[in-house]
T-cell receptor, first 116, second 113 residues
Framework: AQKVTQAQTEISVVEKEDVTLDCVYE???????LFWYKQPPSGELVFLIR??????QNEISGRYSWNFQKSTSSFNFTITASQVVDSAVYFC?????????????FGAGTILRVKS | KAGVTQTPRYLIKTRGQQVTLSCSPI?????VSWYQQTPGQGLQFLFE???????NKGNFPGRFSGRQFSNSRSEMNVSTLELGDSALYLC????????????FGDGTRLSIL
């Protein structure tokens, strides 16, 4: 069965602190895709990154970085030097190749509050 | 490039009524998926349409249905509304290949009185 766990319900940090959002997934498929989305108060889910199961390279995009480790079934997201605008709910999601189509299974989300 | 457009943004209905939500995907996208977001259950997959055919379906009762038109626009219908159907309904579109990032609309917030 496919499952995504985001154990951190809510994180509060002060601006300029680094913060890591954890994501652990379960899947029986050998080909799968992992995603991170950001949901600001407006409600729209904003796509941040996609990783496929064959690419374990870490990625950095500006202040954002992602650490994908198949050995621990984790796909963690780090924001460096956090800013107030980073305040949002962040979702990790999984899509399995064998699940015909593009069904996304989401974690419960982590609320990130960045205080000035 | 226009994003995913959902209408209406807000809806208030009463129990027993039915409702239709609309989603216009990004131009060129052939896959449209629907998700329900509630505080208790989080984000849950409803169904996906690709080239006017339902390609995948989540675990929701038959009261939830959808369709897709030849221009890839999609509608979702909920009949015999229940209080528990109050939620944010999100539509997402993509090109349709496995693993493609899905791009979401602002959602329709449905409140059942």
């Amino acid at each position: 069965a496919q499952k995504v766990t985001q154990a951190q319900t809510e994180i509060s940090v002060v601006e300029k602190e680094d913060v890591t959002l954890d994501c652990v997934y379960e899947t029986r498929d050998t080909t799968y895709y992992l995603f991170w989305y950001k949901q600001p108060p407006s409600g729209e889910l904003v796509f941040l990154i996609r990783r496929n199961s064959f690419d374990e390279q870490n990625e950095i995009s500006g202040r954002y970085s992602w650490n994908f480790q198949k050995s621990t079934s984790s796909f963690n997201f780090t924001i460096t030097a956090s800013q107030v605008v980073d305040s949002a709910v962040y979702f990790c999601a999984l899509s399995e190749f064998r699940e015909y189509g593009n069904k996304l299974v989401f974690g419960a989300g982590t609320i990130l509050r960045v205080k000035s | 490039k226009a994003g995913v457009t959902q209408t209406p943004r807000y809806l208030i209905k009463t129990r027993g009524q039915q409702v239709t939500l609309s989603c216009s995907p990004i131009s060129g996208h052939r896959s449209v998926s629907w998700y329900q977001q509630t505080p208790g259950q989080g984000l849950q997959f409803l169904f996906e349409y690709f080239s006017e055919t339902q390609r995948n379906k989540g675990n929701f009762p038959g009261r939830f249905s959808g369709r897709q038109f030849s221009n890839s626009r999609s509608e979702m219908n909920v009949s015999t509304l229940e209080l528990g159907d109050s939620a944010l309904y999100l539509c997402a579109s993509s090109f349709g290949e496995a693993g493609q990032p899905q791009h979401f609309g602002d959602g329709t917030r449905l409140s059942i009185l």
